[in-house]
T-cell receptor, first 113, second 117 residues
Framework: AQSVTQLGSHVSVSEGALVLLRCNYSSSVPPYLFWYVQYPNQGLQLLLKYTSAATLVKGINGFEAEFKKSETSFHLTKPSAHMSDAAEYFCAVTPRGNTPLVFGKGTRLSVIA | GAGVSQSPRYKVTKRGQDVALRCDPISGHVSLYWYRQALGQGPEFLTYFNYEAQQDKSGLPNDRFSAERPEGSISTLTIQRTEQRDSAMYRC???????????????FGEGSRLTVL
C-alpha cells in the first residue's frame, strides 16, 4: 500500500526565508508524487507533480520539489517565503494506474513578517 | 461553470437524518472523486467514478454511505442515518481521466462542510 508521511504539522518561517516542507513516501512500485496547496476557504490546488521525467520538479509560485529514491523523499522547497505562501500543504502519492491519491496529513505554513 | 461546484457549502443536520451532497464536476472530466477531510487531517479517499461507473468504493466507511453518478456528470454522495462522527468536510474532485497522463491532477471543489448535531 502507498502512503506519505509529512514531518511537522506546522512550520513557521520569516518572510524571505527558505521554505522546506518534508514528505517521505512508501510505495511498492515507482510512484507518482504530488504537492497540493490549500488556501483558507478554498479547495486544494495542484502545486507540482513528479512522474519520473525529471527528479527536480518545478511548480507554481516558485516552489520546487526533488524526488530522492534513496531517501524515499519528496520535500517541497522555496528559496524565499512570501506572505501569500501561508497555507496548508499536502503531499500525495499514487502508483502508476487508476488508484486514487493518498494524501498526507498536511503541513500548515505560517509566514511571519 | 469553470470549476468544480459543490452544494450545499454548509449543512447542519440532526443525528439520524439523511443528507445528500452534490458535486458538479468540470465539463468534460471523466473521473470524479469523493474525499472526506476531518479537521487537521488530509483528505481521505471515499470513492471514485469513471463516467457513470463506480470504479472503487473501498473508502466508504460503512453501508450508510453511498454515491452515484447516473449520467456521468453530476454526482451525489448520500449519508443515511447520520451520526456525529460523520461531521467533516466532504470534498469532490474531478480529473480528465484516472490512469491517463494526467493521473493525480485533481481539481477540487470548495467542499461541503457537514455538521451532525
Amino acid at each position: 500500500a502507498q502512503s506519505v508521511t509529512q514531518l511537522g504539522s506546522h512550520v513557521s518561517v520569516s518572510e524571505g526565508a527558505l521554505v522546506l516542507l518534508r514528505c517521505n513516501y512508501s510505495s511498492s512500485v515507482p510512484p507518482y508524487l504530488f504537492w497540493y496547496v490549500q488556501y483558507p476557504n478554498q479547495g486544494l490546488q495542484l502545486l507540482l507533480k513528479y512522474t519520473s521525467a525529471a527528479t527536480l520538479v518545478k511548480g507554481i509560485n516558485g516552489f520546487e520539489a526533488e524526488f530522492k529514491k534513496s531517501e524515499t523523499s519528496f520535500h517541497l522547497t522555496k528559496p524565499s517565503a512570501h506572505m501569500s505562501d501561508a497555507a496548508e500543504y499536502f503531499c500525495a502519492v499514487t502508483p502508476r494506474g487508476n488508484t486514487p491519491l493518498v494524501f498526507g496529513k498536511g503541513t500548515r505554513l505560517s509566514v511571519i513578517a | 461553470g469553470a470549476g468544480v461546484s459543490q452544494s450545499p457549502r454548509y449543512k447542519v443536520t440532526k443525528r439520524g437524518q439523511d443528507v445528500a451532497l452534490r458535486c458538479d464536476p468540470i465539463s468534460g472530466h471523466v473521473s470524479l472523486y469523493w474525499y472526506r477531510q476531518a479537521l487537521g487531517q488530509g483528505p481521505e479517499f471515499l470513492t471514485y467514478f469513471n463516467y457513470e461507473a463506480q470504479q472503487d468504493k473501498s473508502g466508504l466507511p460503512n453501508d450508510r454511505f453511498s454515491a452515484e453518478r447516473p449520467e456521468g456528470s453530476i454526482s451525489t454522495l448520500t449519508i443515511q442515518r447520520t451520526e456525529q462522527r460523520d461531521s467533516a468536510m466532504y470534498r469532490c474532485a474531478s480529473s480528465l481521466r484516472a490512469g491517463g497522463p494526467n493521473t493525480g491532477e485533481l481539481f477540487f471543489g470548495e467542499g461541503s462542510r457537514l455538521t451532525v448535531l
